[in-house]
């Protein structure tokens, strides 16, 4: 599975944005897919995440403030992120786990000013 994100760039808090990650391949073989944060220093975390049933979780930082979706006919995970904070601040990158493997994509910065 390849994955292409997109959608970072500069914003001030309070801004939003929306990424975007196109996978190349249907997402009925993918058992879940999400969203993850890196910054210089530390470990790539999880933001969010959807599963192959729809079920969503979100990281305790972020809940109420930014939404996950996908849109199956376009092979394509969204990330709608509201009310951004300088602490989103970080390198995003897509996910996708099927049969036992994940993939990633090449990650997007978000820089949030504040």
Same mark, same amino acid.
């Given at each position: 599975?390849?994955?292409? =994100?997109?959608?970072?760039?500069?914003?001030?808090?309070?801004?939003?944005? @929306?990424?975007?990650?196109?996978?190349?391949?249907?997402?009925?073989?993918?058992?879940?897919?999400?969203?993850? &944060?890196?910054?210089?220093?530390?470990? &790539? #975390?999880?933001? =969010?995440?959807?599963? /192959? %049933? %729809?079920? /969503?979780?979100?990281?305790?930082? +972020?809940? %109420? @403030?930014?939404?996950?979706? &996908?849109?199956? $006919?376009?092979?394509?995970?969204?990330?709608?992120?509201?009310?951004?904070? $300088?602490? #989103?601040?970080?390198?995003?990158?897509?996910?996708?786990?099927?049969?036992?493997? #994940?993939?990633?994509?090449? %990650?997007?910065?978000?820089? +949030?000013?504040?």
């Amino acid at each position: 599975v390849q994955l292409q =994100a997109s959608g970072g760039g500069l914003v001030q808090a309070g801004g939003s944005l @929306r990424l975007s990650c196109l996978a190349s391949e249907t997402f009925f073989s993918i058992n879940h897919m999400g969203w993850y &944060r890196q910054v210089p220093g530390k470990e &790539r #975390d999880v933001v =969010a995440t959807i599963n /192959i %049933g %729809g079920r /969503i979780n979100y990281a305790d930082s +972020v809940k %109420g @403030r930014f939404t996950i979706s &996908r849109d199956n $006919a376009k092979r394509t995970m969204y990330l709608q992120m509201d009310s951004l904070k $300088a602490e #989103d601040t970080g390198v995003y990158y897509c996910n996708a786990h099927r049969l036992g493997n #994940d993939y990633w994509g090449q %990650g997007t910065q978000v820089t +949030v000013s504040s």
